[in-house]
């Protein structure tokens, strides 16, 4: 495809020359700023304390203590965080489709009465960023209305408000709208009831779209910090997130990097493993949406 | 004559003998529609809805947990508008969003004018610019606080190996707040680049074709052809930063807890300590609604952007 350049350019000696020095210098500039750090990170967590703190500080380890790791997991007591975690972003992603796929599917295809005032009245939550209202979603999460029970401390203070998100209703209604109602009709006419028709027809034709809504929503929870920092002051109840912020002026500096990496591990590694499906799910969901 | 009346008459009784089962039909459809919608409507509720008139109502009281609340007109925005951190905040928290659209949108934009160009190791390149993404903020917040050490810290070290000049980052009130801009564009620009990316891949190669037979330079094709080809995902995008950005926390509070010199209290950080340290939830309140009226003319402006587009 054509693109700012002309093809017939790059072919020239000196449209040649001055494309690969560019590729070269945007190469250099992306590794030094991308992976340097990253690679910083992983060495610093295996230098000793001394060596740390020594300035100007060491490029390569001089000494290696790859069990600098394995004491972070230990010390650190990371595999209860961790847990912490995972409890927190999967009950939270499983509520929110438990939520957000029946909502969808009733406003796209079952239409009630009043189907688009509520559709409407949802959308306009998505004005508000969460973040503004975090006083009265935390004064109402710690005394809720008609329930009146306490979630402070509670995995659900994070799950429920999660599952409030009118963005992953319309993305899937706008999906479901373009499901033929003949396919929903011929299912009907075989005798399924409406939720047959959803879990049978609508749902295995979606997997795509559950698939971005499911990659937006966890990486959207994995990557809030004062929501979780708020709702659970109990260390013991804390994701990894809030828990390494809490230790971070307490602990050696060693370890504390090494917690760093081994928290960022997971998803970076179902990043890689799964880049090509998450960076077209991620474009696609906000083109659209 | 008779025939074609009886008809009718068969007609119209059987359409009124229809009507009451049409009417039930009709009703349970509704019933189970909303049986679909029910867990929907209660969180949106508790959630999402009550929390906005819950604000409004906030911000006119003095919360008290034991005694109850009770109504104080005016008084809290009177006593957040007296502290002498209120200006310095929204000053922060401005001047942080107008750091970030010249770092923070100018880099991802350029970013990806480049890679769209390249015809070699694109994949790399946009692995790369999305890695950071995948970090949680606490991570890469916690790991530059340590690379921006002025004694033994990577970037100092970076730097003085080339002999550029090197700086005290987040330990003077004059560059903190820079440097909180600089993590936080390292950490978001991936996805506006790939979402730039994903736009320059719709423009039509004809339009630079002919742009370029009317003797455009490179910078001309940029400005009149990729610019406005753009125009609708540049301006999201400018709007979406705008509404991330005033809303910053988690970079101040891990990094600099707002010093030195209260040079990184951004809008967010004083609402948190206002509620969480002061335990003075009608001053949090206040100072919240402020910050959803700035909020909201960006976000009513996004919305007007994106429904215009699809109509």
Redesign the interface.
């Known amino acids: 495809?054509?693109?700012?350049?002309?093809p017939a350019v790059?072919r020239t000696p000196r449209g040649r020359l001055v494309y690969w020095s560019?590729?070269v210098v945007?190469?250099l500039a992306?590794?030094?700023?991308?992976?340097?750090?990253?690679y910083?990170?992983t060495t610093?967590g295996m230098k000793s304390s001394p060596e740390l703190?020594?300035?100007?500080?060491t490029y390569v380890p001089e000494q290696w203590h790859p069990g600098n790791y394995a004491d972070a997991w230990d010390e650190l007591d990371l595999a209860t965080y961790f847990g912490n975690t995972i409890v927190l972003i999967g009950g939270a992603w499983l509520l929110g489709l438990?939520?957000?796929l029946?909502?969808a599917?009733?406003?796209s295809k079952?239409?009630?009465?009043f189907?688009n005032v509520?559709l409407g009245?949802?959308?306009i939550?998505?004005?508000?960023?969460a973040?503004?209202?975090?006083?009265?979603?935390?004064?109402?999460?710690s005394d809720?209305?008609i329930f009146g029970t306490n979630l402070i401390n509670e995995p659900a203070a994070v799950w429920?408000?999660a599952?409030?998100n009118?963005f992953n209703?319309y993305v899937l209604k706008n999906f479901f709208d373009q499901i033929p109602n003949d396919l929903l009709d011929a299912a009907r006419i075989d005798g399924a009831g409406?939720f047959a028709t959803?879990w049978r027809i609508i749902l295995p034709l979606s997997r795509p779209i559950i698939a971005v809504v499911s990659i937006l929503s966890i990486?959207a929870l994995?990557?809030d910090?004062?929501w979780p920092l708020?709702v659970l002051p109990d260390p013991a109840e804390q994701p990894?997130?809030?828990y390494?912020?809490r230790i971070?002026d307490t602990t050696s500096?060693n370890l504390?990097?090494a917690g760093?990496v081994l928290?960022?591990i997971p998803?970076?590694a179902?990043?890689?493993i799964f880049?090509r499906q998450i960076?077209a799910g991620?474009?696609a969901g906000?083109?659209k949406? | 004559m008779t025939a074609p009346a009886t008809v009718t008459k068969g007609h119209g009784r059987e359409a009124s003998r229809r009507r009451g089962p049409e009417r039930r039909r009709r009703l349970t459809e509704n019933v189970t529609a909303y049986g679909f919608l029910c867990a929907a409507l209660v969180v949106f509720a508790l959630f999402a809805w009550y929390p906005v008139v819950r604000n409004v109502i906030l911000s006119f009281q003095e919360v008290n947990f034991v005694r109850g609340s009770s109504w104080v007109g005016l008084e809290n925005f009177a006593h957040v508008l007296d502290d002498p951190l209120f200006g310095t905040a929204w000053r922060n928290s401005a001047l942080f969003t107008l750091y970030a659209l010249v770092l923070g949108f100018a880099v991802p934009f350029l970013t990806a004018v480049l890679i769209n160009e390249f015809r070699h190791a694109r994949a790399y390149f946009r692995i790369l610019v999305y890695l950071p993404v995948m970090l949680p903020p606490v991570v890469v917040a916690l790991m530059w606080r340590w690379f921006y050490l002025p004694e033994g810290g990577l970037i100092n070290e970076v730097l003085g190996s080339v002999n550029l000049p090197t700086s005290q980052w987040l330990n003077s009130a004059d560059t903190s707040l820079i440097s909180l801009v600089i993590v936080s564009t390292w950490a978001n620009m991936g996805t506006a680049t790939l979402i730039h990316l994903a736009a320059l891949q719709t423009i039509p190669g004809d339009l630079y074709e002919a742009a370029e037979l009317d003797g455009a330079s490179i910078w001309r094709r940029v400005w009149h052809v990729t610019i406005p080809q753009t125009r609708f995902v540049i301006l999201m995008l400018l709007l979406l930063q705008i509404v991330a950005t005033m809303q910053v926390f988690t970079e101040p509070f891990v990094m600099t807890g707002g010093g030195p010199q209260d040079s990184t209290v951004t809008v967010m950080l004083l609402i948190y300590r206002y509620a969480f340290v002061y335990n003075n939830f009608g001053a949090a309140s206040a100072m919240s609604l402020l910050l959803l009226a700035v909020l909201a003319v960006f976000s009513a402006a996004y919305l007007r952007v994106t429904r215009g587009r699809q109509s």
């Open positions: 495809m054509r693109t700012l350049v002309r790059l560019l590729l945007a190469l992306f590794t030094v700023a991308f992976i340097i750090p990253l910083w990170m610093g703190a020594r300035n100007p500080p438990a939520v957000q029946p909502a599917y009733a406003l079952l239409r009630p009465r189907g509520i009245l949802m959308l939550t998505l004005m508000v960023p973040t503004v209202l975090l006083i009265p979603t935390y004064l109402t999460v809720v209305p429920l408000p599952a409030a009118a209703i409406p959803m990486s994995w990557r910090f004062l708020v990894i997130t809030v390494l912020q971070a500096l504390l990097i760093l928290a960022s998803l970076v179902i990043f890689l880049q960076l991620l474009t906000s083109l949406g």
